[in-house]
């Protein structure tokens, strides 16, 4: 054997080796090293899977716990008949003409049970409500704001508005669900819980649909109409408001405490002195001087409006 051959096979057997001992490295350091951290990875994984799932549940349990206090009676009989007397109510309140409720049988509601795999479990019923009557769309606009602020477990599924003729009266047809769930807190009654001060400040403003009706004709006109003429006492000694309510010079004398007839808005006088008349519209008040109209008071924001100051007495 040649000295150039010797030196070929040392060198093969050099490759060779470190071959082994990168094999053996890989399969003694490496690959278990890849595992663990592989494994580590998993855990923490899983680690904070379990915290999220955690804080869910936390979360749903306070969730649960509120819904159990705003659900209906879990008798869905009863809970069917309160239901519908309180919406009776609430449209009686709100002055909705023609107001009818009709309420669908009870439906039963099931969720995938936590403790028997491949079986739903009851957790209470759900009844649907077909609302119908007719309003203006400011008591409209007043009667969906009391149903949001309601502590009932609800909720408008649609609504339907169809202008009826000339005088801003509107066609309402709502779509209301509710539940009753079996671990209601109230079992005889419905909930009378109340939103906080600090939830209802949250609430969005309820004005904005108002002043804007995308179905009255001369809506805008209506308020610069309503022009204040002149303030006189009469026989009786009442003070009173008169105000031009339309086009043609129609005058209404209207009192202290009591609403300017106008089939599109509702605009309250809530006091009268010698030369100005305090008005109350969509939940704000303005002072109205003789030769205004409340049109101008309450124009959008951007344009002038006449500067108002502390009501006075009239003695």
């Known amino acids: 054997m040649t000295p ?52 869910a549940s936390q979360k749903a349990g306070k969730r649960l716990e509120e819904y159990a206090h705003r659900a209906l009676p879990s008798d869905p009989v009863l809970a069917r008949s309160l239901y519908q007397e309180w919406l009776l109510g609430l449209l009686d309140q ?39 009557g007719q309003a203006t769309l400011s008591k ?35 779509s209301i669900q509710v539940l009753c769930l079996d671990k209601a807190v109230q079992s005889e009654q419905l909930s009378d819980w109340e939103l906080t001060d600090d939830a209802a400040g949250g609430l969005a403003p309820t004005t904005a649909l108002v002043q804007r009706n995308p179905f009255a004709k001369g809506f805008a006109r209506a308020l610069q109409d309503l022009e204040l003429k002149a303030i006189t006492v009469n026989r009786q000694g009442v003070t009173q408001a008169w105000f031009s309510t339309d086009g043609r010079g129609t005058v209404q004398k ?36 003789l030769g205004q109209s409340v049109g101008q008071i309450v124009a959008p924001q951007g344009q002038d409006r006449p500067e108002s100051s502390e009501p006075k007495s009239l003695n």
Not at 149 to 165: D, E, T
Request: positive net charge.
């Open 4 to 55: 150039t051959m010797k030196w070929l096979l040392i060198a093969c057997g050099g490759v060779f080796g470190m071959y082994g001992l990168d094999r053996l490295y890989q399969g003694w350091i490496e690959q278990p090293k890849q595992e663990i951290n592989s494994e580590l990875d998993r855990l923490t994984k899983e680690i904070q899977e379990s915290k999220q799932l955690q804080f």
């Open 94 to 132: 709100y002055q909705i003409k023609s107001a009818s409720v009709d309420a669908s049988q009870p439906s039963a509601v099931e969720i995938k049970s936590r403790t028997k795999r491949g079986k739903r479990e009851r957790i209470g019923y759900r009844i649907d409500y077909s609302v119908r």
């Open 254 to 289: 209207v009192p202290a405490g009591e609403s300017i007839p106008n089939p599109l808005h509702e605009v309250f006088v809530a006091q009268i002195e010698s030369d100005r008349v305090l008005v109350k519209f969509n939940d704000s008040e303005h002072w109205i001087r």
């Open 140 to 174: 409209l606009s007043a009667l969906l704001d009391a149903f949001r602020r309601a502590s009932h477990l609800q909720k408008i599924r649609s609504v339907s508005l169809n202008p009826i003729g000339n005088d801003g009266r509107l066609d309402v047809n709502l």
